[in-house]
């Protein structure tokens, strides 16, 4: 049977009893995101385009000149590693020191 405006309780489906492919990517309420930045040189701090809830940040990835980069929790220490933050509604991307002018980067994530 359906379920039109009523809730499904919590926990109350189990994975055996979802068809597969019953889930498409616009259910599931998050898309694949891409955002481009061509820093300049005095700058180590970027804001994304859309907000990643936290429970995606280890999915927020960022490129420098085609190279994936490494994600720390804290205290980034060099233009090679980064964190992810969020506040006020804006999610940022900081490396531990300024992106060079002639760096691209593509930061990939899940919003």
């Known amino acids: 049977s359906a379920v039109s405006a009523a809730k499904i309780a919590s ?4 994975t ?6 019953a889930i498409t990517a616009p259910k599931l309420g ?5 955002d481009v930045f061509a ?3 005095s700058t180590s701090a970027f804001d ?13 990835l960022a490129y420098k000149n085609g190279l994936l980069q490494k994600k ?6 060099d233009a090679d590693e980064y964190t992810v933050s969020t506040a006020g509604g804006t999610t940022t991307i900081t490396f531990g020191a300024n992106l060079s002018s002639s760096d691209v ?5 899940l919003g």
């Open 11 to 14: 926990n109350a489906v189990e």
């Open 16 to 21: 055996a009893k979802v068809a597969d492919n």
């Open 30 to 34: 998050f898309e694949a995101r891409q």
């Open 39 to 41: 820093p300049n040189g």
């Open 48 to 60: 994304l385009a859309v907000e990643v809830p936290s429970e995606f940040f280890n999915f927020t």
């Open 72 to 77: 720390v929790a804290s205290s980034p220490g």
């Open 105 to 109: 980067l593509i930061v990939h994530s």
